[in-house]
């Protein structure tokens, strides 16, 4: 068995309590901060109206922004944690956030209808997800048709120059910490990705990098 194999099947799908509250403190660290604001800002130059899903949301601070900066937008965060869920219902009712909303659900099989949403996102979670074929075909499923699926998370390596701007930016212990996570985390890499890519139901992707995440880009 692959160290990517054995590391799928002891990584648990949802963070549970009281690891969940851990969690949502990472996320404050500069370098996630930065990392949500671009996706969010993306999302801002893509879609002006309609329905966004965030799969595997977390303490849901990309959903919290995107919703934001932006009242015509209809956001569900997704987590298979309740306590995540908790912690991100929390927050979007103290922001007085009309267009948002939290559930608790599994991404292989998410509880929705047919044709809800225009983009599905996915930050930082797919290396967790033990069915992604699965998971994409939910994705596909509940995707308008001409509506996009973004799922960002980091490779399984990270080149030099990449290792090299994140020191720069944000320090020595945080650039050291993300490559070191790499072994601990059962990351894709570049074969594996395109791979479930090519066997979704998807019509077709596109695949790149920027920053410390890759970006999978799914078309329906």
Request: avoid cysteine; proline fraction near 5%; aromatic fraction near 12%.
């Amino acid at each position: 068995m692959t160290l990517r194999g054995f590391l799928s099947k002891v990584e648990p799908e949802g963070i549970p309590f009281p690891l969940s509250r851990v969690y949502s403190l990472v996320t404050l660290s500069g370098i996630i901060r930065d990392f949500y604001n671009s996706v969010s800002n993306q999302v801002a130059g893509h879609l002006k109206s309609g329905r966004v899903l965030d799969v595997g949301t977390g303490p849901g601070r990309l959903p919290l922004l995107i919703a934001s900066k932006n009242k015509y937008l209809s956001v569900t965060g997704l987590d298979l944690s309740p306590d995540m869920v908790k912690i991100a219902s929390r927050k979007a009712a103290k922001m007085r956030l009309e267009n948002l909303d939290f559930k608790v659900g599994n991404a292989s099989s998410l509880p929705f209808g047919d044709r809800e949403f225009d983009l599905v996102i996915s930050t930082l979670s797919f290396h967790h997800w033990k069915a992604p074929e699965a998971a994409l075909g939910e994705i596909h499923r509940v995707l308008r048709e001409g509506g996009e699926a973004w799922i960002f998370d980091m490779p399984r390596r990270m080149d030099a120059e990449t290792l090299s701007f994140l020191k720069q930016r944000y320090g020595f212990m945080a650039s050291y910490f993300l490559y070191l996570h790499g072994f601990t985390e059962p990351f894709y890499n570049e074969m594996a990705l395109k791979e479930i890519a090519e066997s979704s139901s998807f019509k077709r992707y596109a695949l790149n990098y920027k920053g410390l995440t890759y970006r999978l880009k799914l078309f329906k």
